[in-house]
């Protein structure tokens, strides 16, 4: 996890005061019983998640809607396009090499999510502006890097994936949700089986049994840089990292294309509506371009991240690396080296898929649900295209996963509405009190508490501070547009009172 992490997809959360169709959908779910506080107060001493319950303190900062997400798990939904995008990148990391995990339980250790993978105290994602904690040693994961290390001292096959629901709190719009779902892959080789304990001999032999391709990839800087991505020199040889880093480069860009190739095929096969959605990649007959840039992980070293042309812009899709071997050292196998990756499977599947908007995801509307399907279905016209991608580049072993390009059913109109309010005259965090006054988080989290997936985006108009006073202003812009149907007037207004109010009474600040 970066400070400006792109594959950041956040949530607008489900209404927790007003909504009969949340209150009903949490009826149909048995999981969402088990979800309760022990005591009804707004501050209760335990949470019961599951089957187990956890004290909580100073540090627990997790609304009712965001566990209600928990059980949700779209990773494993047959059908849903994000279940989908799993299954077509673990398809490139098969077993018996790669171990699949997609069941491992999101409530995790700080020391899971953070010390073991080496991140400084002051890290900015430690704090509870960013991170949902259930007490001060307990967090809802933030990344799958979380289960890195106890995946290592399990050392049950030399490659893994890790897919699961991951929860971050930060900003509101078309691509950020504060539930979102990554794919964490790591590939190790052990210095005692390698044939003469040559390591970089045995990954170039490796990297030769991998599909060769013929896509464009800038790749400009060096595998080391002294400085800028270091190699880890007491662990690991110069040759040993050349080889790590083509190794894990290879495996990543034929996933990069078998992915953008299905794109590409479904766009080809697709209605024009489809087609002429804003968020399409793949309808261009322009050759897919890709980039290595190098990037700063706390446990990787060197590091890059891979970055997608994207209607005229780079997209970054993963973050990677030669895995600092502290990690290994730690889990118990210090003979295994090795490189992982993280990457966000929404962003992925909103390409994909051509999704335009991340709140579709959590949609439980038919008219969404219905139009995925099972991937591998219809394979009758795979053999005209197999080995030949539709996406500037060839790579061995693609076939048709006959993916469909999302329909959109409506567009309902928006409704935006400002609020603007001073913020209280408050000092700065101190080390004995750990919550600082103020954090654009916060007010993030109350527009999304109270206007669920009802709000389609946030942003701050302006600020100011005011002479003499010293006071600051803060004027907020919310989008409030259903995917399933227009909402009326009032509801909006409704709505938006409700988040002024709230503003007030847990911010403290005084509305202009
Ligand atoms: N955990 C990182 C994030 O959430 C992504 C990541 C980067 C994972 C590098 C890795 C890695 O395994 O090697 O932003």
């Known amino acids: 996890m970066r400070l400006k992490s792109t594959a950041r997809f956040i949530r607008a959360a489900q209404c927790r005061w007003n909504s009969s169709i949340s209150r009903s959908a949490r009826q149909e779910n048995q999981f969402l019983k088990d979800i309760q506080c022990r005591h009804s107060s707004t501050k209760p001493s335990a949470l019961t998640i599951g089957n187990e319950t956890y004290p909580t303190d100073s540090w627990t900062n997790i609304p009712d809607s965001i566990l209600d997400a928990l059980p949700r798990r779209l990773h494993l ?4 396009p994000i279940s989908l995008t799993r299954r077509l990148i673990e398809s490139r990391f098969q077993s018996p090499t790669y171990i699949h995990h997609n069941t491992l339980s999101p409530i995790v250790s700080v020391a899971q999510n953070f010390d073991s993978l080496g991140f400084p105290l002051d890290h900015p994602g430690r704090s509870r502006t960013d991170t949902y904690y259930i007490n001060a040693a307990t967090v809802l994961r933030t ?46 080789w052990d210095r005692r089986k390698v044939l003469g304990g ?27 840089h002294p400085d800028r991505n270091p190699l880890q020199a007491t662990h690991h040889t110069h040759e040993e990292a050349e080889a790590l880093a083509a190794h894990l480069k290879r495996s990543i860009e034929a996933v990069v294309l078998e992915i953008f190739t299905q794109a590409r095929l479904a766009s080809l096969s697709t209605t024009p509506s489809a087609k002429s959605s804003s968020s399409s990649i793949a309808t261009s007959e322009e050759p897919l371009q890709i980039r290595w840039i190098e990037a700063y992980f706390p446990f990787t070293s ?31 196998v210090p003979d295994q080296v090795g490189w992982a990756f993280g990457l966000g499977l929404e962003r992925i599947a909103m390409l994909l898929f051509g999704i335009p908007d991340i709140r579709l995801f959590w949609s439980k509307d038919e008219r969404f649900l219905s139009q995925f399907g099972e991937p591998g279905r219809s394979l009758d016209h795979v053999e005209k295209r197999a080995g030949v991608s539709a996406a500037g ?13 999302f329909v959109p059913f409506s567009k ?38 109270i206007g669920g997936d009802l709000v389609e985006d946030a942003q701050m108009l302006d600020d100011f501070v005011q002479k003499g006073t ?31 109010e709230e503003l007030v009474r847990r911010l403290g600040v005084a509305l202009r």
């Open 143 to 188: 990344h799958t890097s979380a289960h890195q290390a106890d995946t290592f001292a399990l050392n049950a096959s030399p490659g893994f994936l890790i897919s699961a629901d991951v929860y971050r709190r930060d900003a509101i719009d078309r691509s950020h949700y504060p539930v979102f779902h990554q794919m964490e892959g790591a590939r190790m």
């Open 77 to 80: 939904q047959p059908s849903h």
């Open 393 to 405: 580049g060839t790579i061995e072993g693609i076939r048709d996963w006959g993916i469909k390009r």
């Open 470 to 500: 010293g006071r600051k202003s803060l004027c907020y812009r919310i989008v409030y547009r259903s995917l399933e149907r227009t909402l009326r007037g009032e509801d909006v207004s409704d709505l938006h009172t409700k988040v002024g």
């Open 302 to 332: 060197p590091s890059w991240e891979l970055e997608v042309l994207w209607q005229g812009t780079w997209l970054e899709v993963l973050g990677c690396g030669i895995v600092q071997q502290t990690l290994p050292i730690n889990a118990g």
């Open 198 to 224: 040559d390591i970089a001999k045995a990954v170039w032999a490796d990297l030769e049994t991998l599909p060769t391709h013929s896509m464009q990839v800038s790749d400009p800087n060096p595998t080391i």
């Open 412 to 449: 309902y109109p928006a409704s935006p509405r400002d609020v603007a309010f001073w913020l209280p005259l408050t000092s700065s965090p101190t080390s004995s009190n750990p919550n600082p006054p103020f954090h654009e988080n916060d007010v993030m989290e109350i527009i999304r508490d």
